[in-house]
């Protein structure tokens, strides 16, 4: 299978790779996929304000979807939260020219953003309400 | 060294330099048509082509008579399970095979299920071999036709086929063998091995892709096969169609070279293996033989490198040609049906890569996919959110996936 040339690019130098600390009230984690599916994605983002001022990812999956991650934590830093859940997956497809097999990876990035604002949030209202 | 390094012999091989010299004076001076009986040109090709056949009886123990000439071995089985199939019919309509089996098996099995045959399909160990004891299990008054491999494409493992024979004969049932990843590579004798057919294809033993045989038994017992294709009535009438002399020639000289080299070449081939087996099980945590350790293939490895996917590590050292188990390699997004059926797990499934060392492989070469691999792995694991999870003393295995597709 032939890959985009930012498909390899991100493959080879993915940008954000690491872990903040998933139990600090500022971090919120998105894990996504499964093993057996062939991926998984932790998506983690550093948040002030309503600002993700830092993100970070791990994948275990293929070329494409660690390019996916990877592009999807160069997209969100910087945006406010609302920016962040407003990325859809085929932004990811167009920028990364996924062919239809790998349009999957792509949807699990967008679910991995969603997943890691949504922990945000859930861990803000249970600080607010303590 | 020639980058990128091949080592996905199992796939294919390329023709043996030999090989394309015995063939070349085939297409041009002599072309003639091995069925013309009238003329020089057509006594030739014939005389060629009966000298292949000896070649390739001889690597399999057989007689050159019960060799009939096919495009290869997706050709032989469908002629084979088909042909026996159709025929006997009338005896029983129980076919034993594997889930295992390569897809060419598989297929047919499935299409014969459709005309009425019933097939059970063993379930192998989990080192992806069957017993013989299983077959025996597996038998029925009305069972005519054991189909199973000699060595599996995928992870080499190789069936205890010689007790699989004499127990078929014993019951009155044919068996027949897939070898074409066996011959050439392990010893092959049809007659101690009690085999009653065999397919063989000439890719897969440094001769030409698109052509193959189909051993048929023609004493104790006289296997009859009704034939898939009607045409000219050549090759006992089993298999009509103007002989494709070249290619012929081509496989008979590729058989005579595998079994004059076979004993070296296996020996060579397997320690090669083990050094490459050695490095990756030395240098890495976390990796799992698939297969079988004592009875494999020579030059066969096939390793699940845990929580690393395997198309992205096949990404990462592209300079070494192999396969892989993951589902991101087909494009039905299903893994390996072989490492399923060995209940390696599908997470492992994902992340198998099968090595093939063949007769050009060098010691340098094998090194350098070693340390390619090893690298490639360590990467990718700093990026794996399970193998982080793993180095904390969490198994994978028991998180609660939403899974996803």
Not at chain 1, 93 to 101: A, G, T
Request: glycine share 8%.
């Amino acid at each position: 299978m032939a890959y985009s040339k930012k498909v390899i690019d991100h493959y080879q130098n993915p940008r954000n790779v690491g872990s903040l600390d998933k139990s600090a009230p500022t971090v919120g984690t998105g894990v996504v996929g499964a093993p057996e599916c062939g991926d998984v994605m932790k998506l983690q983002i550093q948040v002030e304000g309503d600002r993700i001022v830092d993100a970070k990812f791990k994948t275990f999956g293929c070329g494409s979807a660690i390019a996916s991650s990877s592009l999807a934590t160069e997209w969100i830093k910087g945006k406010t939260l609302d920016e962040a859940l407003a990325i859809q997956n085929t932004q990811i497809v167009e920028e990364l020219s996924l062919p239809p097999v790998k349009i999957h990876c792509s949807v699990l990035a967008e679910d991995a953003i969603k997943a890691a604002v949504h922990d945000y949030k859930s861990k803000q209202a249970g600080e607010a309400k303590a | 060294m020639k980058l990128p390094i091949y080592m996905d012999y199992q796939a294919t091989t390329p023709c043996d330099p030999r090989v394309v010299e015995a063939m070349l004076p085939y297409f041009t001076d002599s072309f003639g048509n091995a069925a013309s009986r009238n003329h020089r040109y057509g006594w030739e090709a014939e005389e060629a082509v009966e000298k292949a056949r000896e070649r390739i009886a001889a690597l399999i123990g057989a007689n050159p008579k019960e060799i009939v000439f096919t495009s290869g071995s997706t050709e032989s089985i469908n002629l084979a399970l088909k042909g026996a199939a159709q025929m006997y019919a009338e005896k029983g309509k129980h076919i034993v095979t594997c889930q295992s089996e390569h897809k060419a098996v598989l297929d047919v099995a499935k299409h014969l299920e459709q005309q009425g045959f019933e097939v059970t399909y063993l379930q192998p160990d989990k080192t992806g071999r069957v017993t013989a004891e299983a077959v025996a299990a597996a038998l029925r008054p009305d069972t005519i036709l054991v189909a199973l491999m000699w060595a599996n494409n995928e992870v080499g493992t190789l069936n205890p086929v010689r007790e699989i024979g004499a127990l078929c004969h014993a019951q009155g049932v044919l068996f027949f063998t897939d070898a074409t990843q066996a011959a050439g590579k392990v010893p092959v004798d049809v007659e101690a091995d009690h085999v009653d057919m065999l397919c063989l294809s000439g890719h897969k033993l440094y001769g030409p892709k698109g052509v193959g045989i189909l051993y048929v038994r023609r004493k104790n017992p006289r296997v009859r096969l009704v034939a898939q294709m009607d045409g000219g009535g050549h090759e006992r009438g089993m298999r009509s169609g103007t002989l494709n002399v070249p290619s012929i020639v081509g496989l008979g000289r590729a058989c005579e070279l595998a079994r004059l080299e076979l004993p070296e070449e296996s020996a060579r081939t397997a320690a090669l293996r083990d050094h490459l087996e050695r490095r990756i099980f030395g240098e890495l945590d976390f990796v799992y033989l698939n297969g079988n350790r004592e009875h494999r293939l020579p030059n066969n490895l096939n390793v699940s490198f845990a929580y690393v996917e395997g198309e992205s590590l096949i990404m990462g050292f592209s300079d070494v040609a192999v396969s892989s188990g993951s589902a991101c390699t087909s494009a039905s997004l299903e893994p390996s049906h072989v490492l399923r059926a060995m209940a390696v797990g599908e997470d492992l499934a994902h992340s198998s890569i099968r090595f093939g060392i063949g007769r050009s492989t060098t010691r340098e070469e094998v090194d350098f996919a070693a340390t390619q691999v090893i690298g490639a792995v360590k990467r990718l694991r700093e990026l794996s959110p399970l193998y982080e999870m793993a180095l904390e003393g969490i198994d994978p295995k028991t998180v609660n996936w939403q899974a996803h597709h």
